[in-house]
């Protein structure tokens, strides 16, 4: 399984951004997915999963400010992200796992596959 994302870039705090995730291969084996992101010097973190019966979760900080949600017609995971502060700056990672599970899966040590990440940066 490949995970491509694509949508990062360089925003002004309160402006919006969209990720996506376009997963490639044995597609079939994916369930659960989420986006992760990592700071400098810091370790990486939940930011929203989602489930393959389209139940979704979120970290505290992203709750209410960003929207997580996956097409599985075009194999694409999606993150919107509304409302940016500069404490969201990080690069942004979508991962898929094989776990079988109806419930979002939280724990980053249950993603299987992950992309190569992309840069969010928010100006103040």
């Known amino acids: 399984v490949q995970l491509v994302e694509s949508g990062g870039g360089l925003v002004q705090a309160g402006g919006s951004l969209r990720l996506s995730c376009v997963a490639a291969g044995n597609i079939f084996k994916i369930n659960p997915m989420g986006w992760f992101r990592q700071a400098p010097g810091k370790e990486r973190e939940l930011v929203a999963v989602?489930?393959?019966?389209?139940?979704?979760y979120y970290a505290d900080s992203a709750e209410g400010r960003f929207t997580i949600s996956r097409d599985n017609a075009k194999n694409t995971l999606n993150l919107q992200m509304n409302s940016l502060k500069p404490e969201d700056t990080a690069m942004y990672y979508c991962?898929?796992?094989?776990?079988?599970?109806?419930?979002?899966?939280?724990?980053?040590?249950?993603?299987?596959?992950w992309g190569q990440g992309t840069q969010v940066t928010v100006s103040s």
């Open positions: 991962a898929a796992s094989t776990v079988h599970s109806i419930v979002p899966v939280a724990n980053q040590n249950e993603y299987d596959y």
């Open positions: 989602i489930s393959s019966g389209d139940s979704a």
